[in-house]
């Protein structure tokens, strides 16, 4: 069982920068792949950015490749960095984790943390 609690989430003007944390429970972290989702209202939930349990693979969705960067240390943080931020990044963000190699697809993630509040004022 894994157990994740994102915080960092806020109000933050475009342009400007956050940081996202995830704290994982559990003494098997390290072989999980994780991933980064958001939700904003009336939307799907998509992917925004995955990392292997080595950290070797990284995938990033379109529309925040170039501005946001995951990075995991060897204990038990996830991390987003998003700088450049737009309004249309304001959504809930959530940290997700799954066994076996990283994905894009939601679906294929097992744990799920309650998300985070970003929110991007023009």
């Known amino acids: 069982q894994v157990q994740l609690v994102e915080s960092g989430g806020g109000l933050v003007q475009a342009g400007g920068s956050l940081r996202l944390s995830c704290a994982a429970s559990?003494?098997?972290?390290?072989?999980?792949?994780m991933g980064w989702f958001r939700q904003a209202p009336g939307k799907e939930r998509e992917f925004v950015a995955g990392i292997s349990s080595g950290a070797a693979v990284i995938y990033y969705g379109v529309s925040v490749k170039g501005r946001f960067t995951i990075s995991r240390d060897n204990k038990n943080l996830v991390y987003l960095q998003m700088n450049s931020l737009k309004p249309e990044d304001t959504a809930v963000y959530y940290c997700a984790a799954k066994r076996g190699i990283v994905s894009t697809q939601k679906f294929e993630y097992e744990y799920w943390g309650q998300g985070t509040q970003v929110s991007v004022s023009s």
């Open positions: 559990g003494r098997t972290f390290n072989s999980y792949a």
